[in-house]
Nanobody
Framework: QLVESGGGLVQVGGSLRLSCGAS???????MGWFRQAPGKEREFVAV????????SYTDSVKGRFTISRDVAKNTVYLQMSGLKPEDTAVYYC????????????WGQGTQVTVSS
């Protein structure tokens, strides 16, 4: 249902853009990005609401990451800049029905590694 791409190895301060290709079943869904670092629990990164395209971010990425979506392509993006070593993680795209709290669709993840 969801396929992430765009991960890779980048130096501190660099940028990457992650993409999440979604199926038609996620039309109308809020779309989020999560990440999981080695030995840590998965954490919320950002979400973009279907209605009004409102966005929300975890504090640690505010001002550095931008979530957006191309409705025509049914694709969600996470533009990451000013990357730090602590941003190293597997990044997951996820979808949830509008108004629901639980994410029901998940991608397989894409690795982002920030080297210092």
């Amino acid at each position: 249902q969801l396929v992430e791409s765009g991960g890779g190895l980048v130096q501190v301060g660099g940028s990457l853009r992650l993409s999440c290709g979604a199926s038609a079943r996620t039309i109308g869904y809020d779309m989020g990005w999560f990440r999981q670092a080695p030995g840590k629990e998965r954490e919320f990164v950002a979400v973009i609401k279907w209605m009004g395209s409102r966005t929300s971010y975890t504090d640690s990425v505010k001002g550095r990451f931008t979530i957006s979506r191309d409705v025509a392509k049914n694709t969600v993006y996470l533009q990451m800049s000013g990357l730090k070593p602590e941003d190293t993680a597997v990044y997951y795209c996820a979808g949830r029905g509008a108004g629901l709290s639980e994410y029901t669709y998940w991608g397989q993840g894409t690795q982002v590694t920030v080297s210092s």
